[in-house]
């Protein structure tokens, strides 16, 4: 870490070219002194990264920035404060820290967080931003979290595992044994010093293999921002023996979706089926992860297009549905030619759901453009494809 890059003509110099070109920059070279080129680009690359990510790290000043690598790893602002409204206690261990967004959330919660991470570098450096971000309730350990658990004699409230998704090629990988830490591997370990764990894991991960391959798991949260899954959190409470819950939240910036249930909910649930009928109903990103589609049928007293489709529908809007509903204006067989005459040459959102053929080919063909307010569902009910033209429902 230098700390030259603190000085203040420096700092206002990263945070004017934030936007500039970055080749531009890097053949003008370094004009300050004992500072290279090459940390003043990882500075501005770094820090734009987290305008949107990590807005609070860019507004701050004084921050010092990892590689862009880094930020790109760690979790957003967003899902760090959704996992640190989920679980809070005197102490908490981060076995992974790395750049330390998760840790300072959870010191927000906690009355002592302690961060663990093996770089000496990001080390220094999560440390200088939490004096800087005025955590002062958070210690940097510059250790592996799992010698560190070795080697301690506390206990903590809950411990909290981020590991690396990425192997030592930088490849990605997401099954809990390719990870590093092998989670599976270390179980006792981390019992021995804590009633409570937290793992994040990736959202490619499958939930019903890795509920048989990790022990005591109580709880499972599906977090999705914006329609997009981010993360899973898998909680884990010593000889917890009873069925897990699944949880899914889908966060938009003015309201929060919520979904919960279990294993065997989904399994003895009753679906009803039919054709589109006034509603269409379309399920949120982490309510399809989570594979609840019996469920929503009953529990939403839906009825589901087919068997394989997972889109409902009904005569009435339903209150607190988690995902999108739309009011439909028309439903057409797919036949070719006659949607070619109907629908040729819109501009609509385009989806397929339980469809043989691809979005571009259906745009390419029917000559559609994207955006506009109309939506066009290509998909398939009751055994037989259909278009079903639709507007958002303002209900």
Not at 108 to 115: D, E, I, L, R
Not at 199 to 215: E, G, R
Request: proline share 3%.
């Amino acid at each position: 870490m230098n700390k030259t890059i603190l000085n203040i003509d420096i700092q206002e110099f990263i945070s004017k070219n934030v936007n500039s070109n970055i080749h531009s920059l890097i053949l003008k070279g370094s004009a300050f002194e004992g500072v290279e080129t090459k940390e003043l680009i990882e500075q501005i690359e770094a820090k734009k990264k987290c305008e949107l990510k990590l807005n609070t790290w860019f507004q701050i000043p004084n921050i010092y920035y990892p590689n862009k690598l880094n930020i790109e790893q760690t979790s957003s602002e967003t899902t760090a404060l959704i996992k640190s409204n989920l679980i809070g206690g005197h102490s908490l261990l981060d076995l992974t820290g790395g750049f330390g967004v998760d840790s300072y959330y959870f010191s927000k919660k906690f009355k002592t967080v302690t961060h663990c991470e093996t770089n000496p570098k990001l080390a220094e450096i999560a440390t200088h931003n939490f004096n800087v971000l005025k955590a002062d309730n958070v210690t940097t350990q510059c250790v592996d979290g799992l010698e560190f658990l070795k080697s301690t004699t506390e206990k903590f409230d809950w411990i909290y595992i981020d590991p690396s998704r990425r192997d030592t090629e930088k490849n990605k990988k997401f099954l809990i044994e390719d990870c590093r830490p092998n989670i599976t591997m270390h179980q006792s370990l981390i019992f021995n010093n804590s009633k409570n764990a937290l793992i994040k894991m990736s959202p490619m991960l499958d939930i019903s293999s890795a509920l048989q391959t990790l022990k005591y798991v109580s709880k499972v949260y599906i977090i999705a921002v914006k329609n997009e899954v981010k993360e899973l959190l898998f909680f884990q409470e010593k000889n917890n023996k009873t069925e897990a819950t699944i949880h899914t939240i889908n966060s938009h910036p003015s309201s929060t979706e919520h979904f919960s249930f279990t294993a065997s909910q989904e399994k003895s649930a009753e679906t009803t089926f039919s054709t589109p009928q006034r509603f269409l109903y379309e399920p949120n990103a982490a309510v399809m992860k989570s594979g609840a589609f019996r469920l929503i049928s009953e529990h939403f007293k839906l009825n589901k297009l087919d068997l394989n489709t997972h889109l409902y529908t009904s005569n009435r809007v339903i209150e607190n549905f988690p995902g999108k509903i739309y009011e439909i204006s028309s439903t057409l067989p797919y036949q070719k030619k006659t949607l070619k005459r109907l629908i040729g040459g819109q501009k609509a959102n385009l989806k397929t759901r339980n469809f043989p053929e691809k979005t571009d080919t259906i745009k390419k063909y029917f000559k559609i453009t994207d955006g506009g307010k109309n939506y066009l569902f290509f998909t398939s009910s009751l055994g037989h494809k259909i278009a079903i033209q639709c507007l958002l429902s303002e209900q």
